[in-house]
């Protein structure tokens, strides 16, 4: 009578064991490794040999050993990890490049930029190659920057990336000569700025953001230590301190808004901006200016509110300021808001950090 041994309890031949082994190595070859890992987590040890430990100066990465490289990132949603679900924004933050920009008074300049561009993923993807985005920016680096340069840079990527919503922000330190208040100094003022632009929903939008910084003298202290002067011949200073407002504002379709332009409209509404240039009678001159116009934070928050609804071109709009208080060890802030691209009932903790100005 013959017995037959079970399969599962008969061991393997060598010459069985290399073939599985090859065979699992040609399979790893073409599998992205994460997958590998799934499989077990001792595979990849098993399946991929030896490293070499020296730079191959002489290696060409030709067309079909590039096709076959492992893409994790934008591998299959089996190698998705956590919860399946919609992500808004996912992209690079802080990407840095020389970029031309077209300014109302001074020709074309090229300044260095900070990028955030940023594409939404839909639940099902695992995610995206991020290196379309920079790869979408030098493709349009050499042309002089505006909103419409910015649009064909969204285009590409957008395109690109297959999201059906996209973002760029574009920010950089503007400079503008700015005239001293008696001496006929000048100097150099600049503006942090940055411009964005939102596509959601195949709906377009483009966003102006400036921080204007000025000096806040506080009206109540400024009656006070008046009062002191006057009832009891007391020298008294009212305090005043450096503020910040973020303006952000919408430039509707088809419109031009220079950055001159916003920066203009925030010292119409608020002159006491900080000076560059000064001698004495320019500091006498500040101290008259903040005295003519004492501000609580309120104050400055209509003030600009006033003047941006006063701009055709723009639309909605927020503004945030910050008087970063001399009397107080706190400062005194406000958020104020029209429609609906700005609203929100959220701020973010940290939003009045950033407010602070770095000379």
């Not at 929903?201 to 953001?209: A, E, L, Q, T, Y």
């Not at 006070?224 to 509707?252: K, M, N």
């Not at 920066?263 to 500091?283: C, G, H, N, S, Y």
Request: proline share 5%.
């Amino acid at each position: 009578m013959n017995i037959l041994t079970p399969v599962s309890d008969r061991i393997p031949s060598r010459d069985e064991a290399e073939a599985a082994l090859d065979l699992l190595r040609r399979w790893a070859r073409a599998t992205p490794v994460g997958e590998v890992t799934l499989l077990a987590p001792d595979v990849p040890s098993m399946v991929y040999p030896d490293l070499s430990r020296t730079y191959p100066k002489g290696f060409v990465a030709d067309e079909a050993y590039k096709a076959g490289m492992p893409d994790l990132q934008n591998g299959p949603a089996s190698l998705i990890v956590g919860a399946k679900a919609v992500i808004q924004h996912v992209g690079i933050s802080n990407f840095r490049l020389p970029i031309r920009y077209h300014t109302r008074d001074n020709g074309d300049l090229t300044l260095e930029t900070s990028v955030t561009g940023t594409v939404s993923l839909e639940a099902e993807k695992k995610g995206i190659n991020m290196s379309r985005i920079m790869r979408s920016f030098y493709a349009h680096a050499e042309r002089s920057f505006s909103f419409e340069v910015i649009e064909h840079a969204l285009d590409d990527y957008k395109r690109d990336l297959e999201s059906f919503d996209a973002r760029i922000q574009m920010r950089f330190s503007f400079p503008v000569k700015v005239p001293s208040l008696r001496s006929g100094l000048v100097g150099w003022q600049y503006y942090d700025i940055a411009l964005e632009l939102v596509d959601k929903g195949g709906v377009r939008r483009k966003i102006m953001h400036l921080d204007f910084v000025y000096s806040s003298t506080c009206p109540c202290s400024l009656e006070l230590s008046e009062h002191a002067r006057r009832e009891r011949g007391q020298l008294a200073t009212p305090h005043s301190q450096r503020s910040v407002a973020r303006i952000s504002v919408e430039v509707l379709p088809g419109q031009c808004l220079w950055f001159e332009d916003l920066i203009e409209l925030a010292r119409a509404a608020v002159p006491t901006e900080t000076q560059v240039m000064v001698k004495r009678e320019d500091e006498q001159a500040f101290a008259e200016l903040n005295a003519a116009n004492p501000i609580f934070v309120e104050d400055a928050a209509r003030s600009f509110c006033q003047a941006l609804q006063s701009e055709s071109r723009i639309g909605d709009f927020r503004v945030v300021a910050s008087h970063q208080e001399s009397l107080h060890s706190h400062d005194a802030v406000s958020v104020l808001t029209e429609g609906p691209t700005f609203a929100t009932d959220s701020l973010d903790p940290r939003l009045f950090a950033s407010l602070y100005h770095i000379g």
